[in-house]
């Protein structure tokens, strides 16, 4: 009995220590990994955080340049306000490609973005916020950037009234934000819909998902377009993952104003509803 006991006794305070010495080993390794520099792939708030390895000490992230190889047309398709500026930059930082646009805004291509106004073979893939059967025929594949209504609205208002980095003032929401909205709710609506009709392969990114799950968003979406980077490679969206053009901070002016009414969210809510539902038809989900 007493030897029984002992042995007993000796189980657990080897147990112990053991749990004791694993429970260690990984303090002091998320502690040396939260201090270190970039550099060793870890999934951290759905970004790549990087923790120390000599291999990616020196490494640069490539020139943003033209292809010099012909590349597939490819639709980069959102409502406005959803991310594109922000899903291009990630693109590029990857790739080392220039993302195009069938627009030619001045500012973003002061900013690193030299295919504005480019939609021929030379860029990874085009913006567009048109959805015209015009449109949709001149693409051989899409990828359908999708973000939830009211924030889409609410970052599209923004942008019309205090430009890419901005917010609205508060005279613009009490004077303009009903109009828009009543206007703009039907084009959110209308604009996914009818890109989530399109004959090519399509590919689906939720800005939330961009959001949270960064690395595994990225990786996917370039899967879709058949391009390969290497782990180094995907190092450079780290390194400036916001880029110029990512809106700051949240907007305070329009406090004490519901912007959203109780009929207007249901509104949002079936619209939301029926776009995922088109999707999941679709097998791409949402």
């Given at each position: 009995?007493?030897?029984?006991?002992?042995?007993?006794?000796?189980l657990?305070?080897?147990?112990?220590?053991?749990?004791t010495?694993?429970?260690a080993?990984?303090?002091?390794t998320?502690?040396?990994?939260?201090k270190?520099?970039p550099?060793?792939f870890?999934?951290k708030y759905?970004?790549?955080?990087l923790?120390?390895?000599?291999?990616?000490?020196?490494w640069?992230?490539?020139?943003?340049?033209?292809?010099k190889?012909?590349?597939?047309?490819?639709a980069l398709?959102?409502?406005?306000?959803s991310?594109?500026s922000?899903?291009?930059?990630?693109?590029q930082q990857?790739?080392?490609?220039?993302?195009?646009?069938?627009?030619v805004?001045?500012s973003?291509k002061?900013?690193?973005?030299?295919?504005?106004g480019?939609?021929?073979?030379?860029?990874l893939?085009?913006?567009?916020h048109?959805y015209?059967?015009?449109?949709?025929?001149?693409y051989?594949r899409?990828?359908?950037?999708?973000r939830?209504?009211?924030?889409?609205?609410?970052a599209?208002f923004?942008?019309?009234?205090?430009?890419?980095l901005g917010?609205?003032?508060?005279?613009?929401?009490?004077?303009e934000?009903?109009?828009?909205?009543?206007?703009?709710?039907?084009?959110?609506?209308?604009f996914?819909k009818?890109?989530?009709t399109?004959?090519?392969?399509?590919?689906?990114?939720?800005?939330d998902?961009?959001?949270?799950?960064?690395?595994?968003?990225?990786?996917a979406?370039l899967?879709?377009?058949n391009?390969?980077?290497s782990?180094?490679?995907l190092?450079?969206?780290?390194r400036?993952?916001d880029?110029?053009?990512?809106r700051?901070?949240?907007?305070?002016?329009?406090s004490?104003?519901?912007?959203?009414?109780?009929?207007?969210?249901?509104?949002?809510a079936?619209?939301?509803?029926?776009?995922?539902?088109?999707?999941?038809?679709?097998?791409?989900?949402?």
């Amino acid at each position: 009995m007493f030897r029984r006991q002992r042995c007993s006794k000796t189980l657990v305070i080897t147990v112990a220590i053991a749990v004791t010495y694993i429970l260690a080993c990984n303090f002091f390794t998320l502690y040396h990994l939260s201090k270190s520099k970039p550099n060793y792939f870890v999934h951290k708030y759905g970004l790549l955080y990087l923790g120390h390895l000599q291999t990616f000490k020196n490494w640069t992230c490539k020139p943003v340049l033209f292809s010099k190889t012909p590349l597939q047309s490819t639709a980069l398709a959102s409502y406005p306000g959803s991310g594109n500026s922000w899903l291009r930059h990630l693109l590029q930082q990857t790739t080392g490609i220039v993302t195009g646009s069938e627009y030619v805004d001045f500012s973003l291509k002061y900013h690193g973005f030299l295919g504005e106004g480019v939609t021929n073979s030379s860029v990874l893939v085009v913006k567009t916020h048109e959805y015209g059967n015009t449109t949709l025929m001149k693409y051989d594949r899409a990828v359908l950037l999708v973000r939830a209504p009211e924030e889409a609205l609410l970052a599209e208002f923004n942008r019309r009234y205090a430009g890419h980095l901005g917010h609205a003032q508060k005279l613009h929401f009490k004077k303009e934000w009903k109009p828009f909205l009543f206007e703009e709710m039907d084009n959110w609506f209308n604009f996914n819909k009818r890109w989530l009709t399109f004959r090519g392969k399509l590919h689906i990114v939720k800005y939330d998902e961009l959001i949270q799950n960064t690395s595994a968003e990225i990786v996917a979406l370039l899967k879709f377009l058949n391009i390969s980077v290497s782990s180094k490679e995907l190092l450079c969206v780290v390194r400036n993952v916001d880029g110029h053009f990512k809106r700051p901070g949240t907007n305070h002016n329009y406090s004490g104003q519901k912007l959203y009414q109780p009929s207007i969210k249901q509104t949002l809510a079936s619209y939301w509803k029926e776009i995922t539902m088109l999707a999941h038809k679709k097998k791409l989900g949402l």
